[in-house]
C-alpha cells in the first residue's frame, strides 16, 4: 500500500511537472519575442523598400533592385533563396519626377498624375487649354486650334488612362456616329412627334482622341478626386514595343484645379499650361521574379508554411503601406526566426510575391507550378491590408487545440495588444480568387487564415485613403503595429511549422 502511494505521488509529480514544463515557452520562443521587442528592425526593411527603392512598379528598376536585396537579405540571415521567375512585360517602366503649372497673373502649382506605362513630355512643354470637342461640327471648328494644346476630356479618373488602342478608336467612332444619327433626327420636324425617349449622348471622355491626336494636341487632362490615384495601362501594357510606345501624355488633374480651368477656359480666357513629365521606358521583355526565403524543415522539408506578401507596388508613391507594410514584417519575421537558432520540423516558404498589383500574376504563376506542394501546406498567411496590429486570428474546430498552444505566448508579449482565437465556421472553397495573393491558394483548397488586424491605439487610420494613392508611404506605416506584426507572425508560423503534424483541413472548407 505505503509503495503504492509512492507511485500514485511519484506520478502525480511527474504529470504536474510535465504540464509545468508544457506551459513554460519554447525557449526559441522566447528568443523570437526578445528579438522582436528588442531589435525589431521591420521598419528598417519598410524604410529601404519604400525610400531607397521607392515604388517596385513590376517591370521597374526599383522592382528588380527590391527583390535582388530581399534576397540578399535572405541569404544574409542564413536561409535558401529562389529567384522564382514569374513572368514578364514586354518593356519596363520607371518613373522620374513631374512637375506642372498654370502660367499667368493667377498662376498655380499643378498637383497632378499620369497612370504609369503612359507618356512623359518631351522637356517641359508649354501650351494653351481647350475643352474637347463633343461633336464632329464641334471638332471641324476646332481643329486648327488643336495642335499645341492641352485639352480638357470629361469624366472622372479612375486612375486608369485612356484607352489609345485601335479597337477604342472603333468604340468611339461607333458613339460619334450614334451621336450624330441620333442628332440628326432630332433635327428632322416630325421627330418631335414620336414617342421615342430622347437620345442622350453618352459621355465617353476623349471621344475624338484619335482625331486630337493627328491634329497634334500636347496631351489629354481628366479631372481627378484628391488623394489622386494613378495605376498602370492595364490594356495596352500586352502588345507594348519599344518601337511603338505610348506618346500622349495622359493626366489626371486634382479635380479643384480642374474646375478652375474648366471654367476659365469655358469663358475663352486664355490659360497656358506647362508639364514637364518623366516617364522613361526601357526595352524589354522584362521578367519579374517572386522572392521566396527558404527556411528548410529539419523533419518534414516536404511540408510548408508559407508567409509573406507582395513585393511590387504601384509608383505613384512608394508603396510604403502596399504592400511594404506585409512584405517587411514578414522580412522581419524571418530573421527572427533566424537569429533565434530554432530548425522548424517543416519548412517555411518567405513569399514576396510580384505582379500583385498586375492581377495576382506571382502568386498565379508559383500555384500553377507547384501544384503537388499544395496538399501539403499547413497555412498561407498573407499580409496585404494594412499596418495594423494583429490581435486574433479565427480558426477551424479541428485546428483548435493546435492553434490555441501556439498562441499562448502571444498574451504576453505586450499587454496593450490583447490576442484572441475564434472560431471560424467553414465556408465554401471560392470558386474566384479574391483580390490579393491568398485568393489563388483558397480557391485550391489551401487554408488561408489571416490575423483579424485593429488600430489597437486609435490612430485614425485609413486604408482607403492610401489604396493605390499618391499618399501610399513610408510615413503611413505604424511603427509599433509593424513591429508587432513581425512578432506575432514569427511566433504563429514557427509554432506551425513545427508541429508534429500538418494542420488538420477538415471543416475548414465546406464539404471537404
Ligand atoms: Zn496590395
Redesign the pocket.
Known sequence: MKTFLNYLLIITFVVSAFHQLNAQTDPAIERIIEAGKTDNQAMQHLDILSNRFGGRLVGSDAYENAADWAASKFREWGMEVEMDEAGSVPVGFNRGPWFGRMMGEESMHLHFVTPSYTSGTKGVQRGHVLAEPKTRAEFERMKGSLKGAWVLITGKSNGFPIDYSEMADIKRDSIISANETAASKKSTPNSSKTSQPEYKPADEPALFYREMKEAGILGIIQSAPVPLVALYDRKNIGNMTFENLPSTPDIKLEEHQYDIIYQMVKERRQVILEFDIRNHFKPGPVKYHNVIGIIRGSEFPDEYVIMGG?LDAFDVATGGV??GSGASPSMEAARLIMQSGVKPKRTILVCLWAA??FGLLGSQSWIDRNKEKLPRISNMFNR?SGPLAPTSISVSEAMWNDMEDICKPLASINTDYPFILKKREARARPLKAWG?DSGPFAVEGVPTMSFGLEDVKGLNFSYMEIWHTERDTYDKSIAVYQEHAAIVTAVVVYGIANLGHLLPRDGYYLNE
Open positions: 507582395h502596399d504592400n500583385e498589383e496585404d490579393t
